[in-house]
């Protein structure tokens, strides 16, 4: 018998047996579920992102002025022109980006800046917005967007009376927290049980600061120019 | 059908009958070695310590009838077994804990350490502990390092810090006289060493407690806070506030000796303390916390099988 | 297959006789992991029960088409869509919700009662019986995690859907709130629903 001569039978068995034509639905599904998933990508993504930049514009008139003189501002109908930007910092040979907002008053003067940062905290990862004036020189809020720490200790970071000891801050000493008490300029009072926490915040705050001091003194002069 | 055949039930020899070594007898002896314990509470805290007594043994007797009936066996409260349990929970409390902390505690250790597992012998974790870390993680500003000091009486000690604390915060030694005495603030039960020592010894000399565990737990402590001196030079300061200044007494000869959820065999207990004790000072120099004799005792009491599997007995000439 | 429950039969079941957590004890992961409030539970089970209705609604369609051997691939695939969607639509219309449930909205593609009625229901069942199924089950599962959450989040913060139900006094039981509270708060329930159908079964 020649080799190339088949009985009928073998050749439908190598036919039902060839593994593309079993996987037909598999293919065919996935194609049709990859498509619909473009679709609904292509329809979300600018909507998703959005969400994210929302999530720090919002906070960004009180983080830089204050509550009291935000809700002023909203109240006169007045608004920040708000520009994200990512700055790139490099250290020890590796590059960093940072995302930061750049404020602008109406009228074109520089608010502020705003910088999203994170940073391992006591359980978790802490997402932190910081407020920065114009020239770089203190703080002038600080937000926690997200954070998972111990509920009843760690997670008093995220409460005004203690977010708001970082307010007025310079950013040319490096914080420090202590127990309780705090006297000098640049030392913060720790959550009472949860040194641990504070820490953290400080720690995720000063580098940012040592990092981004100089490359946004930098973007504010070149946009003076 | 049980009442159908009369049964004769012969348990296997040796049959030695003895009524020293029952579960009432041996919850008695623990009751009185704590007597020196729960005076010293009383003299340091005064009406702090009676209500977290009364609390704790209320409830844990209250809690013990109510889940026992639900389960429907017979009533278990003459055993003293959860008297006992409601009052070292009770001196493992702070002075200041609130009223509810002490009645969810002994709650929770009768129902969730205890009742849960199938009663008295069953259970994995010392019943007290279970309440005591439930209350200690759940109220953990009320319950914490800080809530010591909270300086809410006419108790002086209160006010001060505990001297693990203020060992750990702010490097302050207390005098060594004072903590082996039991003039300084903690737990309820575990500032004064000497009632320890005189209540522990009394059990171990009883057999109540296995010597092994106290001596395992002390001897490692030592050794570590021994190391650790040494190396900072603290010239023996710091063996003594580890030794006295903490829970470590109370904890080796009332709080790990628990028969039901330490190892079985002599080996398995000294393993059991060794663990217990470095687990202590792990978690004294490394951890948030300034006392670490609670975490470390459930965390030993949950590789107590694992142990009891190293540790068993062969028979001779088997291997 | 005389005896063959009709759709509303296989309904009812789903929401206690077959209960997914309490007598199945499948999709326990987030049972556990996001009950610590009842908007993340609600908003967790809506997501399971939009994957499971439509993952089952596609399965019991190409039922007569699957290959035995190459069935769980077109499951998965068809889980993975939908929960890819239903992640999606959470972070452009809910975005505070889906960070707080981060990764447990992917975790829907192993939660092991999808991929479960895919297999013993919808592969077998017309269309209307396997939404059917799919509806009972979701809401099984929607009540036990409701259950689990109602009781963490009224211990643990003294709120329920954040609005305070006890007295401002009262001393949060942090510990709720915590991994350990879903663990206590589950096994004490299950134990409580074990009971109460041994109970009813005399």
């Known amino acids: ?225 | 059908m049980e009442d159908a055949a009369p049964a004769v039930h012969v348990s296997p020899s040796p049959h030695i009958g003895s009524t020293s070594n029952s579960t009432r007898r041996m919850m008695i002896d623990v009751l009185i070695a704590l007597t020196p314990a729960v005076a010293m509470a009383i003299y340091m805290f005064r009406v702090y310590a009676l209500i977290h007594l009364g609390l704790c043994v209320a409830t844990c007797l209250a809690a013990e009838y109510l889940f026992v009936r639900m389960r429907g066996k017979s009533i278990s409260l003459n055993d003293f077994s959860a008297a006992v349990t409601g009052v070292i929970l009770a001196l493992s409390m702070p002075a200041t804990a609130p009223w509810y902390a002490s009645v969810i505690a002994s709650a929770v250790a009768i129902g969730l350490g205890k009742i849960i597992f199938g009663g008295l012998g069953m259970n994995i974790f010392n019943p007290a502990m279970v309440g005591r870390a439930f209350v200690m993680i759940s109220f953990a500003g009320a319950m914490g390092a800080a809530a010591y000091e909270s300086g809410a009486g006419w108790v002086d000690a209160i006010s001060q810090a505990t001297p693990m604390n203020a060992l750990k915060q702010s490097g302050t030694w207390t005098p060594i006289g004072d903590m082996f005495l039991g003039f300084t603030n903690g737990s309820l039960g575990e500032t004064s060493a000497l009632a320890c020592l005189l209540g522990g010894l009394y059990l171990c000399y009883r057999r109540t407690a296995s010597w092994e565990i106290p001596a395992g737990m002390i001897a490692t402590v030592l050794v570590i806070a021994g190391i650790v001196d040494l190396v900072g030079g603290h010239g023996g300061r710091l063996i003594l506030h580890h030794l006295f200044g903490g829970a470590l007494l109370f904890g080796a000869f009332f709080i790990a000796t628990d028969p039901v959820s330490s190892p079985l065999t002599p080996r398995g207990k000294a393993i059991f303390g060794i663990g217990i004790g470095a687990l202590v000072m792990l978690l004294r120099f490394l951890s948030g916390y300034p006392e670490g004799v609670m975490f470390a005792v459930l965390l030993m009491n949950a590789v107590t099988p694992l142990i009891n599997r190293w540790t068993i007995p062969r028979t001779f000439g088997e291997f | ?202």
């Open chain 1, 1 to 225: 018998m020649a080799e190339t001569e088949k009985d009928p039978a073998e050749k439908k068995n190598r036919f039902q047996n060839n593994y593309i034509l079993q996987a037909w639905l598999c293919i065919s599904l996935a194609l049709i579920f990859g498509i619909s998933l473009a679709a609904v990508q292509a329809a979300l993504g600018p909507v998703i992102i959005e969400n994210k930049l929302n999530e720090t514009k919002e906070k960004v008139p009180e983080l830089l002025l204050g509550s009291e003189t935000a809700q002023k501002m909203a109240a006169d109908n007045k608004a920040f022109k708000i520009t994200p930007r990512s700055i790139a910092v490099e250290k020890n040979g590796i590059k960093k980006f940072y995302s930061v907002f750049e404020a602008r008053f109406e009228d074109g003067r520089l608010g502020g800046w705003v910088t999203k940062v994170d940073g391992q905290g006591y359980a978790d990862k802490i997402e932190l917005l910081i407020g920065l004036d114009p020239a770089i020189e203190s703080i002038t809020g600080l937000f926690i967007l997200d954070q998972k720490e111990t509920p009843g200790l760690g997670n008093k970071i995220i409460e005004t009376k203690w977010r708001g000891q970082f307010a007025g801050k310079s950013t040319g000493d490096h914080l420090k927290v202590v127990k309780s008490g705090a006297k000098v300029a640049n030392e913060i009072d720790a959550v009472t049980g949860a040194t641990i926490s504070s820490d953290s915040v400080v720690t995720i705050i000063n580098k940012t600061i040592t990092d981004l001091r100089q490359p946004l003194k930098d973007a504010g002069r070149m946009k003076k120019e």
């Open chain 3, 1 to 202: 297959m005389a005896d063959q429950p009709t759709p509303l039969e296989r309904f009812i079941r789903g929401i206690l006789p077959e209960n997914p957590v309490y007598r199945q004890l499948l999709g326990l992961c987030p049972t556990l992991a996001v009950t610590n409030s009842m908007k993340a539970a609600i908003t967790m089970a809506a997501a399971v029960a939009f994957v499971l209705v439509c993952a089952n609604t596609v399965t019991s369609l190409i039922r007569n088409l699957l290959k035995p051997h190459l069935r769980i691939v077109v499951f998965t695939l068809t889980i993975a869509t939908f929960v890819t969607i239903a992640d999606r639509l959470l972070a452009a219309y809910m975005y505070q919700m889906s960070k707080t449930l981060g990764p447990y909205i992917p975790l829907i593609i192993v939660n092991c009662l999808i991929i479960c009625r895919c297999e013993v229901c919808a592969s077998k069942q017309p269309v209307f019986t396997a939404i059917s199924d799919a509806a009972g089950q979701s809401l099984g599962y929607g009540l036990a995690l409701a259950s689990v959450a109602g009781v963490r989040e009224i211990l643990g913060t003294g709120m329920f859907f954040g609005f305070r139900v006890l007295p401002a006094t009262w001393p949060d039981w942090a510990v709720m709130v915590l991994p350990p509270g879903a663990f206590i708060t589950l096994g004490l329930l299950l134990g409580a629903v074990n009971w109460y159908s041994g109970r009813g079964a005399k």
